[in-house]
T-cell receptor, first 115, second 114 residues
Framework: EAQVTQNPRYLITVTGKKLTVTCSQN?????MSWYRQDPGLGLRQIYY???????DKGDVPEGYKVSRKEKRNFPLILESPSPNQTSLYFC??????????????FGEGSRLTVL | KNQVEQSPQSLIILEGKNCTLQ??????????LRWYKQDTGRGPVSLTI?????NTKSNGRYTATLDADTKQSSLHITASQLSDSASYIC?????????????FGTGTRLQVTL
């Protein structure tokens, strides 16, 4: 089954404790991206990757890191989490987001709480 | 500034009724417009994708329209079902050349009741 898998789905952590949210897709997609969703703000892009070893900042990259060592994986790293990073995070992938058929497939989300 | 505005913010309708959700955007240069359905606690799922030249696109009981001149889109849901209860998100794509930038609306929360 074609899917984007995120882990963990739920996480409660404390300020400053490094954490990684993993994302994996099995559709051989070139493009992968991370978003955060907060009430009243909609989805905002954190980082994206057009291909292996190519990553770029989105709209809200501060406090986050990513890597794309393999095509299928795109982990999101919070080196020193802070309470304002409490949010619902989504990973997404696409063959390409630009063309008409560039459908974006989302994972199920990871709800992160930073105390 | 690229923006996508959706209305209403929330809507409650009776099962079996029709409804229309609105999306206005100020995005340039426009590439395509997408509607997503997001069930509570789940990831968004694509309903339709429309390019500049497409006026209408259907997906079952969902019909999206696009007026590129007025920069407006609507999502019409026919004969609503309880399972239609969800947030509906309008997303507009800007083609930057090397990649596309997606601008998300904040969504319309639809509740279908008995």
């Amino acid at each position: 089954e074609a899917q984007v898998t995120q882990n963990p789905r739920y996480l409660i952590t404390v300020t400053g404790k490094k954490l990684t949210v993993t994302c994996s897709q099995n559709m051989n997609h070139e493009y992968m991206s991370w978003y955060r969703q907060d009430p009243g703000l909609g989805l905002r892009q954190i980082y994206y990757s057009m291909n292996v070893e190519v990553t770029d900042k989105g709209d809200v990259p501060e406090g986050y890191k990513v890597s794309r060592k393999e095509k299928r994986n795109f982990p999101l790293i919070l080196e020193s989490p802070s309470p304002n990073q409490t949010s619902l995070y989504f990973c997404a992938s696409s063959l390409s987001p630009g063309i008409a058929t560039g459908e974006l497939f989302f994972g199920e989300g990871s709800r992160l709480t930073v105390l | 500034k690229n923006q996508v505005e959706q209305s209403p913010q929330s809507l409650i309708i009776l099962e079996g009724k029709n409804c229309t959700l609105q999306c206005n955007y100020t995005v340039s240069p426009f590439s395509n417009l997408r509607w997503y359905k997001q069930d509570t606690g789940r990831g968004p799922v694509s309903l339709t994708i429309m390019t500049f030249s497409e006026n209408t696109k259907s997906n079952g009981r969902y019909t999206a329209t696009l007026d590129a001149d007025t920069k407006q889109s609507s999502l019409h849901i026919t004969a609503s079902q309880l399972s239609d209860s969800a947030s509906y998100i309008c997303v507009v794509s800007v083609n930057t050349g090397t990649a596309s930038k997606l601008t998300f609306g904040t969504g319309t929360r639809l509740q279908v009741t008995l």
